[in-house]
């Protein structure tokens, strides 16, 4: 009888795993890795097979440390926020939580050292050091916050390309996806200023909702600015020049995000998929 029992106590265990990496964002970092990747060398990717199958491995145990080491943290939080997770409702101890986040970011890390690329190395390296004071110190702490999450989004992209040859390759994209990551982040913190708990002291209680709305803003209107580019340089084919849409999106962002941040973080979300796909395309000439 209680072999019967073995498949489901181990199904158990490792559906706790899963939901405590939340595997389903980990997978889509693979996905945005392979995009960057295709971003910065088109089809020739492909010649860099073995060091984008290590990038995606790396990113992924990334993304999974990141969200345990987060569990970690805000293991008391989430006894309100999030009760159905596994540490708060203690199907998992804190403590596991802990040794899984070392386990994933310091497995990325060596992992990282097969590339035998030292732009590759320190992208990742730099990025866990990120993570890692963000979850202890920086959330806490408003703009610089917000800022840290911009720049680990803007780090995919170098880290793309740098698996297929050179970082500078999209370091254009990478300020761009940082631009406006800021100013994302700025409307979320608007719109959660009345339930954020805690220590924590974001930037519109610093500041007050409307200055901070002007500052998201200008990281709104940014990285369209910046958008541009790649137009004068001629880096990309005709096709990217449908990221004028995603640009107005982001402008239409700026404006809303002083009545409504929930629309504007929401809509900024969609102008940089629109964004990526205006990369993606634009790699085809014609």
């Not at 403590?95 to 732009?119: P, Q």
Request: aromatic share 8%; with cysteine; charged share 15%.
């Amino acid at each position: 009888m209680s072999n019967n029992h073995i498949p489901a106590k181990a199904l158990r265990r490792v559906n706790k795993y899963l939901q405590l990496f939340r595997t389903g964002n980990a997978l889509m970092g693979i996905v945005g890795v392979v995009v960057a990747c295709f971003m910065a060398a088109g089809t020739d990717m492909i010649g860099e097979w073995a060091n984008l199958v290590i990038s995606a491995v790396v990113v992924f145990m990334f993304i999974c440390g990141g969200n345990a080491l987060n569990d970690y943290i805000d293991a008391e939080i989430d006894k309100t926020a999030h009760p159905e997770r596994p540490v708060p409702s203690g199907r998992m101890q804190r403590r596991t939580a802990l040794h899984a986040a070392a386990v994933m970011l310091g497995g990325s890390v060596i992992l990282s050292l097969l590339t035998v690329d030292l732009e590759c190395i320190a992208i990742v390296m730099v990025a866990c050091v990120l993570m890692v004071a963000y979850e202890v110190a920086l959330k806490q702490r408003g703009f610089v916050g917000n800022l840290t999450i911009a720049v680990l989004t803007g780090m995919m992209f170098l880290l793309g390309g740098a698996v297929v040859g050179d970082a500078a390759d999209n370091v254009v994209v990478a300020l761009m996806a940082l631009l406006v990551s800021v100013g994302r982040e700025i409307a979320k913190d608007i719109e959660d200023m009345h339930s954020d708990e805690g220590d924590r002291f974001t930037l519109p209680m610093r500041i007050g909702p409307r200055n901070a709305a002007a500052l998201a803003c200008v990281f709104f209107v940014a990285g369209p600015v910046l958008s541009v580019l790649p137009m004068l340089e001629h880096t990309y084919g005709p096709l990217y020049y449908s990221v004028v849409i995603a640009d107005a999106v982001f402008v239409y962002c700026a404006a809303v995000v002083f009545s409504d941040p929930h629309r504007a973080q929401k809509m900024a979300k969609l102008a940089m998929i629109i964004a990526l796909v205006a990369f993606i395309i634009g790699v085809f000439r014609f």
